[in-house]
């Protein structure tokens, strides 16, 4: 997420210890607690959010409002939430240029169509 390596891990420890010294445990105590703290809004901001939307929306999550769930959900799984056969939906029946017959000899040249240029 960040992309931090070792060496600017190494480089944020050591900058951590310089700055924080003694207090570093207690610092570290307040940001886990400070932390925990963010994620119970969070939990409680959805659960009123489901609340405030009523039964008809028991079933509704809040990661269906994200554009890649919602394009993967509606365009690449059925009805029942299995993604199809091809792997796509999209396309349920393929087009009959679809298919491969395979690779040309040595030296055969492809097919030209001359009108479609």
């Known amino acids: 997420m960040f992309d931090v390596g070792l060496g600017e891990m190494a480089v944020l420890v050591v900058l951590a210890l310089v700055i924080f010294g003694d207090k ?6 307040q940001a886990g607690r400070m932390l925990r703290q963010f994620r119970q809004m969070a939990d409680s901001a959805k659960a009123d959010l489901q609340e405030g939307l009523g039964p008809e929306f028991k079933d509704f999550d809040i990661n269906d409002l994200n554009p890649k769930t919602f394009v993967r959900k509606h365009l690449f799984e059925d009805e029942d939430g ?11 029946d393929d087009p009959s240029y679809a298919t491969t017959t395979g690779a040309l000899p040595a030296g055969e040249r492809p097919p030209f169509d001359p009108e479609a240029t």
């Open 24 to 29: 570093l445990p207690q610092v570290a105590g």
């Open 82 to 92: 299995t993604p199809t056969a091809n792997g796509t939906g999209l396309f349920d």
